[in-house]
């Protein structure tokens, strides 16, 4: 969470603000069905038989899980920005598939089960504090069905870029247009190696493209926890999970049939789990 400024322009939680944007800055920056594409070529790898259900955790404003009901799965999105899902469920438009419920994924209560669990997109590392990682894996294997699967990506700490430890960070920048706005993110990352976690700070400055003149500007800064491979197995298996694979987690950067595994410069590795008990 983030203190808000005295000069109002920084946001108090998480994807407030910047949820507005977030679905044209996005669409501009990720290929959601490819990468849905890839996820369900891990599916077909790791289930003997295609799922029927799938509950997106952390799912922002449903981008993955509009596909994932799409696509046949029953499909639940949870998140706990208000923001995020406002906008989820505008776009749901009456249908019953998917649904969308406000909920901390470390205290999930619904009352269906699924045969997958998934985490995508960085949300896994808002987890800061391992305590509340075991209760994340505790409540999502309650929600599993009997040979069910979580699959997660997690941020790995090897893969870091060395200009992120430095004291200025590393910078980077996008910019997208939607018609009526220009949309520019200014980016900068900085990692302290001694807690895992990159500090992601956003500013944000939107244009009128007509007129060139400034109409919205804020900030907004994210804490995400990064792990290694063999730190998050400890993690599962402390939590009765099994780990079944590490793959690299640019999950539209394969185009063939073969699944690629992570290695010591994957920065998004996506985990395959499995309840053990």
């Keep these: 969470m983030v203190a808000s400024s005295p000069h109002g322009n920084s946001s108090s939680t998480h994807y407030t603000r910047m949820a507005r944007y977030y679905d044209t800055l996005y669409s501009k920056i990720v290929d959601y069905p490819s990468q849905v594409d890839y996820l ?6 790791h289930r003997r038989k295609r799922p029927e259900s799938i509950l997106d955790v952390a799912c922002g404003t449903g981008n993955y899980t509009f596909i994932f009901a799409k696509r046949g799965y029953r499909t639940t999105g949870i ?12 776009k749901v438009a009456g249908k019953t598939n998917p649904q969308f419920f406000k909920m901390d994924m470390r205290k999930l209560l619904l009352q269906a089960k699924y045969d997958v669990a998934v985490v995508l997109f960085g949300g896994f590392g808002y987890l800061l504090e391992q305590g509340g990682v075991g209760e994340f894996f505790a409540s999502v294997a309650k929600q599993l069905n009997t040979g069910g ?17 430095r004291p200025s960070g590393q910078k980077t920048w996008d910019r997208v247009e939607n018609g009526k706005r220009s949309i520019i993110r200014l980016n900068t990352s900085k990692y302290d190696a001694h807690t895992n976690i990159l500090t992601v700070t956003f500013d944000f400055y939107v244009l009128d493209t007509r007129t ?11 804490l995400v926890k990064t792990y290694s491979v063999s730190h998050i197995q400890e993690l599962l298996e402390r939590s009765n999970f099994k780990a079944l694979a590490f793959y690299d987690g640019e999950l ?11 290695s010591f410069s994957t920065f998004r590795v996506t985990a395959v789990a499995r309840p053990s008990g």
Excluded: G
Aim: net charge negative.
């Design 79 to 90: 998140d706990i920005s208000d923001e995020m899902l406002q906008i989820a469920r505008e």
């Design 40 to 45: 369900e070529k891990i599916l077909t790898k």
């Design 252 to 262: 539209d950067k394969t185009k063939n049939d073969e699944l690629a595994q992570a």
């Design 212 to 222: 060139k003149r400034l109409v919205d500007s804020f900030s907004e800064t994210h």
């Design 149 to 165: 699967l979580l699959i997660f990506e997690f941020w790995q700490d090897s893969a870091i870029l060395r200009a992120a430890t």
